[in-house]
Every structure is written in structure tokens, then in C-alpha cells.
């Protein structure tokens, strides 16, 4: 959360009124976007620039939000009291990164539920894990991406016609699928961090304990499980992906560009020959933008389901 109120403290207000000073949270979100999260940076730009700046208000909210476990290590009392501020209304708000997104949310008619439900996934980090099962860290997944995906749909729009409840069981198989892509890209800086995200049975099935991966496993067995758990996000991304033809024109672009982006880092990761525990997979600048005219044919060319 640092990085979003840096030199904030001397702007928060405009002279003579009441309302925060939304530019400089806007710009420092922005820096925070490009140096924390390439890929969405990238995808949120196809949006018309009114989108744009609400959808990275979404993310400087969510950012920040994270940042109150990663970064500042709040207890869970300091939690719900974030989580108390998170509901006040622009005028109550004295938090730069809140005001913004409280503006946002009354202007999009965002539902709040989706908010607490995603300040809980955060909560959860407290105390992560042990996963038992895949249900158990598919809801997890929920809480912390799927939740975004679904306060985000009132603000990328919906085609004419297309109800918030069709859309959303597309939307939370996409932030299901993205979470995990994100738990696999990362194994090895989790369990840096002594985290395993990846489910115990699913260890089972492969010989491997947690005690293994994070003393940095890399052998046979964990290719296999990473195998399986790749597979497991591609058909996550093949149920997600033709739910994203309800969304607008622009929103079809910038969720089908982050999508499919997404999902080529399940590519990278075989590039490097499933070796997660020692570096990070991830697509280049450069073979993003070689990706762009085949998403936007893909994209284009979904039909809404039926």
C-alpha cells in the first residue's frame, strides 16, 4: 500500500472543498500497476479511458488491501477495521486509495458484497493454508480473484440484453483459473515465504509432502504434479473464456487480452521445463504485443453461450 500514497500526504484535498484530490491517487496507482502487475497494465489499456481509471481504481483498492498482509502484516483487527472503511461513502472518506474506488463503486453500482467477500480471502493470508483439497483452495481462489472479476463487470459493462447473473459464473471460472495460474507461477517464491497454495491431496497423488516443496523439490514427481495442475487451469480457461462475449466491445478486449495472457504463462511455465521453484515464468513486452492481433481475432470471434 506504500507505493499507492507516495507523496499523496500534500494533495489529498483540492483548495476550498471537500473531496480528496483524485489525480495523484490515479497516477501513483498507475506506477503501482506497471511496476506490480504488467499484464493487467497492459489489458486495461484497451479500455476508453473513463473505464480505465475505474478499473485501476479497483486495483489501487485491491492492491492496497493485499498490502495490509503482505506488506504491512495487519492483524485481524486492523482488518476489519479496513474493512469498516472500505464501506464509508465518499464524503466519510479520508483514505486517498478509498475515496477513489467509493467513488467509483457508487458511479458503477458496484455491489459490496463482492468487496467483503474479497477483504476475507485477504484475511486468510493471516494463516495460509494448508489447503486440503482442490474445493478448498478453489474457494480461496474466489475470494481473492473471482471476487475482482465480478466487481468488475458493472464497470467494463455487459453487451444489451446480458444480466449480471449469467455473466458472473463465466467471471468466477476466470479469476478461479488466473489465481491459480498466479499459485503456480510462484511456488517458488511462496514457499520462500513458507507458503504451499497447491492442495494436499493433489501432493498425494504425486508422492510429494510440503515439507518437499518448500525445501525446494524439483524432480520427477513435481513435473508430474505441475503437469496436472496446468491442465487443471486450462480447462478453467476453457469453461471461463466464451462467457467473455456477454461483456461490451471494450470489455471483451481488455478481459479477453488479460485472459488469454494469462493463460500463455501456463506455456512459460513448460518453456522452462516446470522449474517454478527456481525462476518465474512470465510473457515478454515484446511477445505480448506479437500476441495482441490473435486475441483480438479469438476474442472477436466468441460466441455468447447459449
Known amino acids: 500500500?506504500?507505493?499507492?500514497?507516495?507523496?499523496?500526504?500534500?494533495?489529498?484535498?483540492?483548495?476550498?472543498?471537500?473531496?480528496?484530490?483524485?489525480?495523484?491517487?490515479?497516477?501513483?496507482?498507475?506506477?503501482?500497476?506497471?511496476?506490480?502487475?504488467k499484464t493487467f497494465f497492459f489489458a486495461t489499456s484497451l479500455l476508453p479511458p473513463a473505464k480505465r481509471q475505474a478499473i485501476r481504481a479497483l486495483y489501487a483498492f485491491c492492491r492496497a488491501s493485499d498490502d495490509l498482509i503482505d506488506v504491512e502484516g495487519a492483524t485481524s483487527s486492523e482488518i476489519e477495521h479496513w474493512r469498516a472503511e472500505v464501506r464509508l461513502p465518499p464524503d466519510k472518506q479520508?483514505?486517498?486509495?478509498?475515496?477513489?474506488?467509493?467513488?467509483?463503486?457508487?458511479k458503477y453500482?458496484?455491489?459490496?458484497?463482492?468487496?467483503?467477500?474479497?477483504?476475507?480471502?485477504?484475511?486468510?493470508d493471516l494463516q495460509p493454508?494448508?489447503?486440503?483439497?482442490?474445493?478448498?483452495?478453489?474457494?480461496?481462489?474466489?475470494?481473492?480473484?473471482?471476487?475482482?472479476?465480478?466487481?468488475?463487470?458493472?464497470?467494463?459493462?455487459?453487451?444489451?440484453?446480458?444480466?449480471?447473473?449469467?455473466?458472473?459464473?463465466?467471471?468466477?471460472?476466470?479469476?478461479?483459473a488466473l489465481q491459480l495460474t498466479n499459485?503456480?507461477?510462484?511456488?517458488?517464491?511462496?514457499?520462500?515465504?513458507?507458503?504451499v497454495y497447491l492442495p494436499q491431496e493433489d501432493l498425494g497423488l504425486f508422492g510429494l509432502t510440503r515439507a518437499e516443496i518448500l525445501a525446494g523439490a524439483q524432480d520427477e514427481r513435481f513435473t508430474d504434479l505441475i503437469k496436472f495442475e496446468i491442465e487443471r487451469a486450462r480447462e478453467l480457461?476453457?469453461?471461463?473464456?466464451?462467457?467473455?462475449?456477454?461483456?461490451?466491445?471494450?470489455?471483451?478486449?481488455?478481459?479477453g487480452a488479460a485472459a488469454l495472457l494469462y493463460r500463455a504463462i501456463l506455456d512459460e511455465i513448460e518453456a522452462i521445463?516446470?522449474?517454478?521453484?527456481?525462476?518465474?515464468?512470465?510473457?515478454?513486452?515484446?511477445?505480448?504485443?506479437?500476441?495482441?492481433?490473435?486475441?483480438?481475432?479469438?476474442?472477436?470471434?466468441?460466441?455468447?453461450?447459449?
Open 94 to 106: 479520508d483514505n486517498p486509495v478509498l475515496y477513489c474506488w467509493a467513488v467509483t463503486r457508487r
Open 273 to 306: 521445463c516446470y522449474r517454478v521453484q527456481e525462476q518465474r515464468a512470465h510473457t515478454s513486452g515484446r511477445r505480448k504485443l506479437a500476441m495482441l492481433p490473435g486475441i483480438l481475432l479469438t476474442v472477436l470471434s466468441l460466441q455468447p453461450p447459449m
Open 1 to 37: 500500500m506504500a507505493i499507492l500514497h507516495e507523496n499523496l500526504a500534500d494533495n489529498l484535498y483540492r483548495p476550498g472543498e471537500r473531496a480528496l484530490d483524485e489525480r495523484p491517487v490515479f497516477r501513483a496507482a498507475e506506477r503501482s500497476i506497471r511496476l506490480n502487475s
Open 183 to 195: 499459485i503456480l507461477r510462484d511456488v517458488g517464491e511462496d514457499a520462500a515465504q513458507g507458503r
Open 129 to 176: 493454508g494448508p489447503y486440503r483439497t482442490w474445493q478448498e483452495l478453489e474457494a480461496y481462489c474466489y475470494h481473492v480473484a473471482s471476487t475482482v472479476g465480478l466487481l468488475s463487470i458493472p464497470i467494463v459493462g455487459l453487451k444489451p440484453g446480458v444480466r449480471f447473473e449469467s455473466a458472473a459464473p463465466y467471471a468466477i471460472k476466470l479469476g478461479i
Open 237 to 255: 480457461y476453457r469453461q471461463a473464456i466464451p462467457g467473455i462475449a456477454m461483456l461490451s466491445l471494450s470489455g471483451q478486449v481488455a478481459v
Open 109 to 124: 453500482a458496484v455491489d459490496p458484497r463482492y468487496e467483503d467477500e474479497l477483504i476475507s480471502g485477504v484475511a486468510s
